[in-house]
């Protein structure tokens, strides 16, 4: 909603301009999509390799006391 109201005192001061972002700021985001599936394609990768060398750890730890 924050963004929508700026948009329109940006539409108000300067017009041109706001169509321009009307018509950029899909594109940009359609272009940025790829961006972030590889971004949480790494991050899941460092948690699956933190996950491995952590594990001899948990198994050497046994199974935690549940506490009531």
């Known amino acids: 909603m924050v963004t929508f109201v700026l948009w329109l005192i940006l539409l108000v001061v300067a017009w041109p301009l706001a169509l321009v972002a009307l018509v950029v700021l899909p594109i940009l985001w359609l ?3 790829p961006l972030r599936l590889v971004g949480i394609s ?6 699956l390799i933190g996950a491995v060398v952590r594990l001899p750890a948990r198994v ?5 006391a549940v506490r009531s």
């Open 60 to 64: 050497i730890r046994g199974p935690r």
């Open 31 to 33: 272009v940025s999509l």
């Open 42 to 47: 790494v991050t899941a990768m460092f948690d």
